[in-house]
């Protein structure tokens, strides 16, 4: 099986996805999209180099896409390819980051791309509110975070749940996360493994599902 983890910076990503690996088995896969040779020119003029940067992002992430479907392991992944176009280089062309052109380039790129790839069996949306998301990223401290424009979450979260609820295809579990501390608390843990057992081994409820 091949299980994705989707939401927001600050959602808990990353987390989730090593406390599932843990506790089902799975194999855990992160994203190796850290190093871009195009970062630095990009942050000195973003326009002109937003196209370079999301296409090299997009050729790492369909090299990690085909090693998820060649893998015989169930996998858990932090943040799936999709997530990386329909969420990201949507806003970055919303902002005005991405021209006309060349966003109906990379798009037209990656509908050729998404013709090879699988859907996630399962995509867990970790729904987090704004001021959530902004406790959270104060939280860890993480010192490249903390420029961040409180309407660049916004505008996520936007585009999150236009991803979400109208163009995504495959099955989704919504887990509203605002009053969760899965990391620290065995109950809210065991809530969202005890709806992921009922969408992936059966007896489960709608309400909790796209």
């Not at 896969?29 to 002109?48: A, C, H, K, Q, T």
């Not at 392991?73 to 970055?92: K, L």
């Not at 790129?109 to 104060?138: E, G, T």
Request: charged share 30%; glycine share 6%.
């Amino acid at each position: 099986m091949y299980i994705a983890i989707a939401g927001n910076i600050g959602a808990g990503k990353t987390t989730l996805t090593k406390m599932l690996a843990k506790y089902y088995g799975w194999e855990p896969r992160f994203e190796s999209v850290g190093f871009n040779p195009y970062l630095e020119d990009y942050y000195g003029d973003i326009p002109r180099w937003s196209f370079c940067l999301e296409t090299y992002f997009l050729k790492e992430r369909f090299r990690d896409m085909l090693a998820v479907m060649q893998s015989s392991h169930t996998i858990v992944q932090d943040r799936s390819i999709f997530e990386g176009v329909y969420v990201f280089v949507n806003n970055n062309y919303r902002r005005g980051d991405l021209s006309e052109r060349d966003y109906t380039t990379y798009m037209e790129l990656f509908r050729h791309m998404k013709s090879l790839m699988r859907l996630p069996d399962l995509m867990i949306y970790l729904r987090k509110s704004v001021p959530a998301l902004i406790a959270q990223i104060q939280k860890r401290g993480r010192e490249y975070e903390k420029g961040m424009q409180i309407d660049y979450l916004k505008d996520l979260n936007e585009r999150y749940e236009d991803f979400i609820f109208r163009q995504y295809d495959g099955r989704v579990l919504v887990i509203d996360s605002d009053n969760m501390d899965f990391e620290n608390n065995p109950e809210d843990f065991r809530q969202i493994v005890d709806k992921i057992d009922a969408q992936l081994f059966g007896l489960f409820s709608e309400e909790h599902f796209k």
